[in-house]
């Protein structure tokens, strides 16, 4: 990303500096918590494609473990 363009962009929200991440391709308002995608080079400013820097990661969920089928029986429950 240009860092012409880097110092002239602002948070749409509140106006204050962002900080580039070369790595994942965002620019971050550490004031609002928010992380602005850069696509195909552009920055995306739009705060519902955001990404909320406060809101809890949600980590992989563990995968269930392998249970028996219970055996089938021919007599009715009681």
Known sequence: MDARLLDIMVCPVCKG?????RKAQELICNADKL???IRDGI?????DQARDLAAPSTPAAPAAPATA???????PSA
């Not at 089928?69 to 007599?75: G, L, N, Q, R």
């Open 17 to 21: 500096p962002l900080q580039h991440d």
């Open 35 to 37: 992380a602005f995608p």
């Open 43 to 47: 920055p995306v400013m739009w705060t």
């Open 69 to 75: 089928a219970a055996p089938a029986t021919d007599t």
